[in-house]
């Protein structure tokens, strides 16, 4: 098979990035073992973050809500979805999905501030606040589907 030379600098150029990356460790994939390790990393990270706020809570509660309204749950999911889908083009579409969804679902929180006035159990406050986010999901399904 005979390449054009603008093609052999395109399969040089994604050799040359497939090398790079494999060197770095980034984006290089033999199949099932990278899906597997990356979920297994996927799942160690994310839990160790979840985790750690919870266990702060307790010792630090500004500290602990400060690193939990951080976007870090968007941060390490753009970041899977990137390694192990490589779409911009959908990374773009989550990214805008999720700027609208962020104040939308900030409504969980108004029948826990609404506790220090009426007050309210526990599970009371988390199933109203539950009930807020459905009705936001369903506005914010209203407003990404109008995109």
Same mark, same amino acid.
């Given at each position: 098979? @005979?390449?054009?030379? &603008?093609? #052999?600098?395109?399969?040089?150029?994604? #050799?040359?990035?497939?090398?790079?990356?494999? +060197?770095?460790?980034?984006?290089?994939?033999? $199949?099932?073992? !990278?899906?597997?390790?990356?979920?297994?990393?996927?799942? @160690?990270?994310?839990? &160790?973050?979840? +985790?750690?706020?919870?266990? =702060?809570?307790?010792? #630090?509660?500004?500290? +602990?809500?400060? /690193?939990?309204?951080?976007? /870090?749950?968007?941060?390490?999911?753009?970041?899977?979805? !990137?390694?192990?889908?490589?779409?911009?083009?959908?990374?773009?579409? !989550?990214?805008? &999905?999720? =700027?609208? +969804? @962020?104040? /939308?679902? /900030?409504?969980?929180?108004?029948?826990?501030?609404?506790?220090?006035?009426?007050?309210? &159990?526990?599970?009371?406050?988390?199933?109203? $606040?539950?009930?807020? =986010?459905?009705?936001? !999901?369903?506005?914010?399904?209203?407003?990404?589907? $109008? #995109?």
């Amino acid at each position: 098979m @005979v390449m054009k030379h &603008s093609e #052999r600098g395109n399969h040089d150029n994604q #050799r040359d990035q497939d090398h790079s990356e494999q +060197a770095a460790g980034i984006g290089y994939h033999d $199949g099932e073992n !990278y899906l597997m390790s990356l979920f297994i990393l996927k799942i @160690v990270i994310s839990a &160790s973050l979840i +985790a750690t706020c919870s266990w =702060l809570a307790g010792q #630090r509660p500004g500290l +602990a809500g400060f /690193l939990t309204a951080l976007p /870090l749950a968007s941060i390490l999911a753009i970041t899977w979805a !990137y390694l192990e889908h490589r779409d911009m083009g959908r990374i773009n579409d !989550y990214a805008v &999905s999720i =700027l609208v +969804a @962020v104040p /939308l679902s /900030l409504t969980f929180f108004i029948p826990f501030v609404l506790n220090r006035w009426i007050k309210m &159990s526990f599970w009371v406050s988390l199933t109203m $606040g539950v009930l807020f =986010l459905l009705v936001s !999901y369903l506005i914010h399904s209203a407003l990404i589907r $109008g #995109r």
